[in-house]
């Protein structure tokens, strides 16, 4: 590619909606800088209407995401997992050119890679783990089962590029939620290519719905829509606490509060994140006596 | 097919005699006061207020009217037990004391049944059948518990989260306290309870039970009170955790307090349950379970099935037998061991369940009530039931808490469920059909906490229940309902 008189094709960094990389209905953007001031990109900067644009795709989307097999799930995150590492130079060089050193930047890539096949093999075993069939004293045959939540919207690290947003989207996808996420802030770009190794791995148009934009202007419609069941935010100080949980009360939203997790460590995966956007469904049936 | 054919004359001079539960073996004080460290102590301020007997309006007891300093004094109490001995005792010593509980309350279980039905006006017959022996299942069922949370957390280790806040209706007076107190204490946290201040006399009798069963002071402290004393608790600097059941707008209130301050909470809040019933289910059954949806504890129910979907080419029939037997029905003295349907909780429960059955007809519903006689003195309501109402009705959408039925048919399957979820709420749902696919189908569909598939208003220990939604967050009972209640972290 960069021969010395061919000049480079840079690439237009979109969000992504319903399956579709449109711009910010608000044509506004955001400039992305490296350290020497020089500009990397533009990158959108995403308004409320393209959140309820989001959220509108993630609530159609949702019921048939639920309805697929834990197996099909679980191979469309594997699939996931396959494309990113075809794309793995790619990712590499966004997070250098955003400041990361390339040992580190190899680093979080491949941890995101087995990150999203951790969470693909738990796509058809947390139901096991976490149900439950339940001996009531009457002649009942009484069972509890996890459901996803519904639609969840996650403000993901802003201290990643790609781990903490992965780290985050996979559990919520896994468990049949579907989502509308907020990039990183400093480092946004490795955000929408994730959602073109997303587009290229069958998984359905709504399921995962990418923006990126101000945490400070967004964070306040991520918490309060009234048509998202569940919100994740990640950043630790107290003033995003404080909000989001006192907007979500709107509508009883769920509240992860995921604050300060290293999420390049292995020991932050665990199946207690997918039951964080589950809910648990107890049915009654009489058996006779 | 309309009319049912042998239909019983109940109103031919079949009067049943009364058969009253006697209250000569109960033991009931004039005062109450706060049980804080193991001890009952005065409230600061020597304030009390009247506990009612809303059958007749007399009253029972004074109790006392906690406030700041008090609810300080009982969460100083139970900070105290928390950090010297409950976390300290072995997790098996724990679960002893729990098991004590529930045995202690098995050995007076009629007089909490008395006491229960007095005190809030559910019929002798529930509190005697459902609450009390449902209320020491409870105990029982969590005892075990407490030294084995290492298997309900596969690769975590659970620990207690401290003190306890927690704050429950009037519906269930003691078996709300059961299911609050109870996995509390089997993870290891100490608790600080209010109950609702129209029935607080059985969490005070729950308060001897447990000084009988030599509990360490302060491992439960109970505060009676209203909303302010609640509000005390809620927002008091001090505790972990606060547990909630009640509606949905108190709910969001507390949610928001707790906004930036770190506490878990658990909500169960409001429903408006759908009882879906297809022209396939075994009708009878069916009505039985619409009775028992809406009229069971007067339908102060969260998880009431308040509305009826009913397939359109059954509606004449199940509605015809529904009124029939709503005639059979008896309203009346909730100490009487025939009564069917207590007393309404309190004048103001009964002015709400009014303003609606007002707001149903101006709407356009058509209401019928069950011709019942209702005593003259105490709070009642005749069972009631309201046709032609649209999805848009707020007798349709919103929260009675009465025996208030609002019913609505549909032709198919998919109109059904999209009916039953059309609200904010999802706490419970029922579903009566012979055929077992359907069944599956709806049960999967519905988006509550809670189903009954022909059946409807069960419960136990080992089940949980919670909802989605605006129903509420978090599972009370069974397995489930102890993630509330601890910190999972690495093993």
Request: hydrophobic residues 40%; neutral net charge; aromatic residues 8%.
């Amino acid at each position: 590619m960069a021969s010395a008189n061919r000049i480079p094709v840079d690439k237009t960094y979109k969000i992504y909606i319903d399956g579709k990389f449109p711009r910010t209905e608000s044509g506004r953007y955001l400039s992305l800088l490296d350290k020497k001031e020089k500009l990397i990109a533009n990158v959108c900067r995403s308004s409320r209407k393209d959140f309820r644009n989001a959220v509108l795709a993630a609530r159609k989307a949702q019921a048939g995401w639920a309805k697929a097999s834990a197996y099909l799930r679980g191979q469309i995150l594997y699939r996931i997992a396959e494309m990113l590492e075809g794309r793995a130079e790619q990712f590499v060089a966004e997070l250098t050119m955003q400041g990361n050193t390339r040992r580190r930047a190899e680093k979080e890539v491949a941890t995101a890679i087995d990150r999203l096949i951790y969470y693909a093999g738990w796509a058809d075993k947390y139901q096991q783990v976490f149900s439950s069939v339940n001996p009531v004293s009457s002649s009942h045959f009484n069972f509890s089962v996890l459901e996803p939540t519904g639609v969840v919207s996650i403000i993901a690290p802003d201290d990643s590029g790609l781990i903490g947003l992965v780290s985050n989207v996979a559990p919520a996808i896994v468990g049949g939620n579907t989502v509308v996420v907020l990039a990183s802030e400093a480092m946004p770009l490795c955000a929408i290519s994730f959602a073109e190794v997303l587009h290229a791995s069958d998984v359905p148009a709504g399921v995962v719905n990418v923006l990126t934009g101000l945490r400070s202007e967004l964070t306040e419609q991520f918490a309060s829509h009234m048509d998202v069941n569940a919100v994740a935010y990640t950043d630790s100080d107290q003033t995003t606490a404080c909000r989001v949980q006192t907007l979500a009360a709107e509508n009883i939203k769920h509240v992860v509060a995921r604050e300060a997790i290293d999420w390049s460590s292995d020991s932050s995966a665990n199946p207690y994140l997918i039951r964080d956007t589950q809910e648990v469904k107890t049915t009654w049936h009489p058996i006779g006596s | 097919m309309a009319t049912p054919q042998n239909k019983l004359a109940f109103d031919g001079g079949w009067d049943y005699d009364p058969a009253p539960e006697s209250t000569d073996h109960i033991k009931l004080q004039k005062r109450y006061e706060l049980f804080i460290g193991g001890e009952f102590v005065a409230p600061g301020k020597g304030r009390y207020f009247d506990s009612i007997n809303p059958a007749n309006e007399k009253k029972l007891a004074r109790v006392a009217d906690a406030d700041e300093a008090d609810v300080d004094r009982a969460v100083q109490a139970a900070r105290k037990a928390y950090k010297g001995v409950w976390s300290r005792l072995p997790a098996k010593e724990r679960g002893k004391y729990i098991f004590r509980i529930a045995r202690i309350m098995q050995e007076r279980a009629r007089e909490f049944a008395a006491i229960e039905s007095l005190d809030g006006g559910k019929p002798i017959r529930e509190s005697r059948d459902v609450d009390v022996p449902l209320a020491a299942a409870h105990f029982f069922y969590y005892a075990g518990w407490a030294d084995k949370l290492e298997y309900a957390f596969p690769g975590r280790r659970a620990r207690p989260l401290g003190v306890a806040g927690q704050v429950i209706p009037w519906n269930f007076p003691l078996l709300m306290a059961a299911w609050k107190i109870a996995p509390a204490l089997a993870c290891g946290n100490t608790v600080v309870l209010k109950p609702a201040e129209t029935t607080p006399l059985t969490a005070l009798k729950l308060a001897e039970v447990i000084a009988d069963a030599g509990l360490p002071p302060g491992v439960v402290n109970i505060v009676t009170g209203a909303g302010k004393t609640g509000a005390a608790l809620v927002t008091h600097p001090d505790i972990d955790k606060v547990a909630f059941t009640g509606s949905t707008n108190v709910g969001r209130i507390i949610q928001r307090a707790l906004a930036g301050t770190g506490k878990r909470y658990t909500l169960e809040l409001g429903g408006k349950a759908a009882n879906v019933i297809f022209e396939d289910a075994a009708i009878d059954q069916a009505v039985e379970g619409i009775v028992n949806g809406i009229f069971f504890n007067q339908g102060h129910v969260c998880c009431a099935g308040s509305r009826l979907l009913v397939q359109e080419s059954v509606a004449d029939e199940v509605i015809e037998k529904l009124k029939s037997r709503m005639e059979t029905l008896i309203v009346g003295d909730p100490m009487d061991k025939n009564t069917d349907i207590g007393a309404i909780n309190s004048a103001m429960q009964l002015e709400k369940i009014e303003s609606y059955l007002k707001i149903g007809a101006d709407e356009g519903g058509e209401m019928h009530q069950s011709s019942a006689r209702l005593p003259s003195k105490g709070y009642w309501c005749a069972p009631t039931i309201f046709t032609n109402v649209a999805q848009s009705n707020r007798v349709v959408q919103e929260e009675i808490f009465g025996p208030v039925l609002a019913i609505q048919t549909f032709r198919t399957f998919d109109e059904a469920l999209t009916k039953a979820n059309n609200t904010p709420y999802g706490l419970s749902g029922g579903v009566w059909t012979d055929k077992g696919a359907k069944i599956f189908k709806m049960t999967q569909g519905l988006r509550a906490g809670v189903i009954w598939a022909n059946t409807f208003n069960k419960f136990d220990p080992t089940s949980p229940f919670g909802g989605y939604k605006e129903s509420g967050v978090g599972r009370e009972g069974g397995l489930h309902g102890l993630d509330a209640y601890v910190r999972l972290g690495a093993e």
